[in-house]
């Protein structure tokens, strides 16, 4: 059974741009979870999205948006990126949901480094 | 908002030793998972726990699911090199899908072999 999958794993922004990842889910897993880790705040919850519908939403600003297809692959976009927004973006999947059991499948991420 | 306390943030132990982290907050949890990050990868979770007062091993791990729900534990017995990386505790306070799950900020193991 293939694991999450995330693209891209690095990628270099400047400020004021905007980027988007890719997060592919575990075959039959219906939500996907989307976090920001920093070195000194841990992982922060920024969404979930359950059968195409954003289902529970973290307190991060609007410019983090996120979207879920019928595939149950997720994308996530940031946009007029900051120097704070320098961060690994983990996405974790489940089939039915982080506030349901809290087991999750992480992928590796994408460290994204905002200049 | 609700937080976890986790402690302690790192530990340098040598090959052998034994590993005691723990993670405490002001609310009570349903479920306490514990997750644990390589360098370069995601969260793999460890343990998983469901009822207060739960004692689950998983191999050289060993986790607790404090008696006032307010806590958790996570031993590691006889530690190896690659027991190296980022413990992550997790609470949850179950609400069917709006169920909200919080990480503490880590515990990061550093093993001398």
């Known amino acids: 059974k293939a694991g999450v999958t995330q693209t891209p794993r690095y990628l270099i922004k400047t400020r004021g741009q905007q980027v988007t990842l890719s997060c592919s889910p575990i075959?039959?897993?219906?939500?996907v979870s989307w976090y920001q880790q920093t070195p000194g705040q841990g992982l922060q919850f920024l969404f979930e999205y359950f059968s195409e519908t954003q289902r529970n939403k973290g307190n991060f600003p609007g410019r983090f948006s996120g979207r879920q297809f019928s595939n149950s692959r997720s994308e996530m976009n940031v946009s007029t990126l900051e120097l704070g927004d320098s961060a690994l973006y983990l996405c974790a999947s489940s089939y039915r949901g982080q506030g349901n059991t809290g087991e999750l499948f992480f992928g590796e991420g994408s460290r994204l480094t905002v200049l | 908002g609700q937080q976890l306390n986790q402690s302690p943030q790192s530990m340098f132990i040598q090959e052998g030793e034994d590993v005691s982290m723990n993670c405490t907050s002001s609310?009570?949890?349903?479920?306490w998972l514990w997750y644990k990050q390589d360098p370069g990868e995601g969260p793999v979770l460890l343990i998983a726990?469901?009822?207060?007062?739960e004692l689950t091993s998983n191999g050289r791990l060993t986790a607790q699911f404090g008696i006032t729900r307010k806590d958790s534990f996570l031993n590691i017995s006889a530690s190896i090199p690659s027991d190296v990386g980022i413990y992550f505790c997790?609470?949850?306070?179950?609400?069917?899908?709006?169920?909200?799950?919080?990480f503490g900020k880590g515990t990061k193991l550093s093993v001398k072999p």
């Open positions: 075959s039959g897993h219906r939500s």
């Open positions: 997790a609470g949850l306070n179950y609400g069917g899908s709006q169920g909200n799950l919080i």
């Open positions: 726990l469901y009822k207060a007062g």
């Open positions: 609310s009570i949890f349903n479920t």
